[in-house]
């Protein structure tokens, strides 16, 4: 794969003698959207905590955008974005208030700021609410406006943990475009999700269960492997532990 942007190396995580993340193994090339999917408690989340250098690996090898998670956490923080289920925005600032106070937190300056703040709301037809309080936009509006948020400041790879839990079909294939888009950029997107439908997305595909990557491929090589009709079907058989054919 050409310049992987992401690499792990038997990455482990244990909680005492719970092993939460059990020697995982992949890479993620440049621009790639790359799926992390998995059951709730299946380890992503604590896999994704590592490489975003928010909490130390027990053992194994990783890097992001060619920083050591280890000895390099502060200068991974700074080539990424990330966001959260909860979207990471504060209910009781105003739009244009989040993008100013998370383009402070990556180092943008004032005049940069006001040019992506003025970008960021025109490309989403969003600039007559700049001056309104989060808290009372809808869900939809919400999560657009934190997706453009993680991204204003033009990170390498944007980490998504769960970002379309809870909205209703047609804004999570609108959130979708919006991926599309940025992979389009170069931006490298880690997702995710426990929506199997959602990994027809993505360029390919690792499935967790138990703390460890069962499957790793493109959605059409995976559903092929497992002689599936779609991805759900090949996570239940994964979960099940029944073998490919």
């Known amino acids: 794969m050409p310049s992987a942007i992401i690499e ?79 979207f990471s925005l504060y209910d009781d600032l105003t739009v244009a208030e989040n993008i100013w106070f998370f383009g402070g937190i990556y180092g943008l300056d004032n005049r940069a700021i006001k040019e992506k703040t003025d970008a960021l709301l025109g490309r989403l037809g969003l600039t007559h609410v700049k001056d309104r309080m989060i808290g009372s936009l809808p869900l939809g509006w919400k999560q657009k406006i934190a997706f453009s948020t993680a991204i204003v400041h033009d990170p390498d790879v944007v980490f998504l943990d769960e970002p379309t839990g809870g909205v209703d079909p047609i804004t999570r294939r609108q959130f979708w475009d919006m991926i599309y888009e940025a992979s389009d950029r170069g931006t490298t997107l880690f997702v995710t999700t426990h929506y199997m439908d959602e990994a027809e997305y993505c360029d390919r595909v690792s499935i967790m269960v138990d703390g460890r990557i069962a499957a790793l491929d493109t959605p059409a090589a995976l559903k092929k492997e497992f002689g599936s009709a779609d991805m759900d079907e090949v996570f239940v058989k994964l979960a099940r532990g029944e073998k490919t054919e």
């Open 8 to 86: 792990a190396r038997d990455l482990t995580r244990k909680f005492g003698d719970f092993t939460a993340v059990d020697s995982i193994s992949f890479h993620v090339g440049r621009g790639e959207i790359f799926g992390f999917l998995g059951a709730n408690g299946a380890g992503k989340t604590t896999a994704m905590r590592m490489l975003t250098g928010l909490l130390v690996p027990t053992s194994g090898e990783a890097t992001v955008a060619g920083f050591d998670v280890y000895r390099e956490a502060e200068q991974i923080k700074r080539r990424i974005g990330y966001m959260s289920q909860k």
